[in-house]
């Protein structure tokens, strides 16, 4: 397999697979494809019931983090791989997607890669984008929430302390109320007691007359 020649116009590194990858795999055979770049690696499974569509979507759902992606070829039978930057991929079967097995080095930018790659990886990094911006939105949309939980606490807080403050004031004054009717009550028992408390020794001086 040949990973193409430098192109002085296009920054894409291409690789091909197989010509035609309906007939490359046999039914119940697994073929396992490993991407390696610089960062980080990814394993891909693939089976003889994959239909192109399948082991592509299959393919980049591992791959493209790594900014690797898988596309039809020009003739729609087989898959390209392209990335911004070089890349090695590699199978364990025969006849499989690759022509040829083992570690097929890609480090060079190729005159036969597409830019759809590259449209690849501009929409991941916009979905990327809008994901941290959802997630962003999220934690501001939180943090209005909370802040909008503790000023409404806070007002419900000052109404409760206006009203149990209403009632400890409307409390006083009844209590005052009642405590000045027991001591005039008090006072006029007592009044009462002390004059009938005269009138005993009255009485007695006049039995004695």
Not at 117 to 140: D, H
Request: charged share 10%.
């Amino acid at each position: 397999m040949t990973t193409g020649a430098t192109a002085s116009n296009i920054g894409t590194y291409n690789v091909a697979g197989a010509d035609n990858f309906a007939g490359g795999l046999a039914e119940g055979v697994t073929e396992n494809l490993t991407f390696q770049n610089g960062t980080s690696s990814a394993t891909v499974a693939l089976n003889g019931t994959e239909t192109l569509g399948g082991a592509i979507a299959k393919i980049n759902a591992k791959t493209s983090v790594m900014g690797i992606y898988a596309v039809a070829d020009a003739a729609g039978t087989g898959i390209s791989f392209q990335s911004a930057n070089q890349f090695t991929a590699s199978t364990d079967t025969a006849g499989g997607v690759f022509t040829n097995l083992g570690a097929q080095t890609v480090s060079a930018p190729s005159t036969q890669a597409s830019t759809t790659g590259n449209a690849l990886a501009a929409i991941t990094s916009i979905n990327n984008a809008l994901s941290q911006l959802g997630n962003t939105q999220a934690r501001v949309g939180a943090g209005e929430n909370k802040l909008q939980y503790a000023i409404d606490l806070a007002n419900s807080q000052i109404t409760n302390f206006s009203s149990a403050e209403s009632q400890l004031r409307d409390a006083d004054v009844a209590q005052e109320a009642a405590n000045l009717t027991k001591a005039q009550v008090l006072q006029q028992a007592s009044i009462a007691a002390m004059a009938q408390a005269n009138s005993a020794p009255q009485a007695v001086l006049k039995l004695l007359q």
